[in-house]
């Protein structure tokens, strides 16, 4: 087997904005010189056999997306270090879901758990009604030697 080459994403968090959120997202994410970017659809809380995991329960909910978003980075030879920007939207959402959410994630990255550039969005609804959470990712893909 191959090995990929990887890829540095460059992060920035200049001091003019907030440093509140360092720990979790970067303000600013630079892909490398001619990488390749690959779009992750967003993810929901379905296994590979269709079943809805964690019905009502945002972090759980969220737990199985990042699985998912980690599922789909391997089928490309990527991994969470390849991430150069997330888009998490949650149903219902209010402050004190982010906490959750974001364990949800480390949980499933362990230390490997990609800062980048993020967005959060409360949204009234998603495609079906007992979606709560859906997760987008933008990928450096990374090259063969």
């Not at 997202?25 to 809380?45: D, E």
């Not at 699985?67 to 980075?73: D, E, S, V």
């Not at 959060?120 to 859906?134: D, K």
Request: with cysteine.
């Amino acid at each position: 087997m191959r090995q990929r080459e990887i890829v540095s994403i460059e992060r920035l968090d200049p001091p003019n904005l907030t440093q509140s959120f360092v720990d979790h997202i970067a303000q600013i994410a630079i892909a490398p010189p001619a990488s390749r970017l690959a779009a992750i659809s967003g993810q929901v809380a379905l296994d590979a056999d269709g079943n809805l995991v964690a019905p009502g329960d945002h972090a759980g909910q969220a737990r199985q997306c990042f699985a998912n978003i980690r599922h789909a980075l391997a089928a490309i030879g990527a991994g969470p270090e390849h991430i150069l920007q997330m888009r998490i939207h949650v149903v219902g959402h209010r402050p004190e879901l982010i906490g959750p959410i974001f364990e949800a994630g480390r949980e499933v990255f362990a230390e490997r758990w990609p800062v980048t550039a993020s967005t959060w969005v409360g949204v009234e609804t998603l495609a079906m009604p007992e979606w709560l959470v859906e997760i987008e990712a933008l990928v450096t893909v990374p090259s063969s030697p």
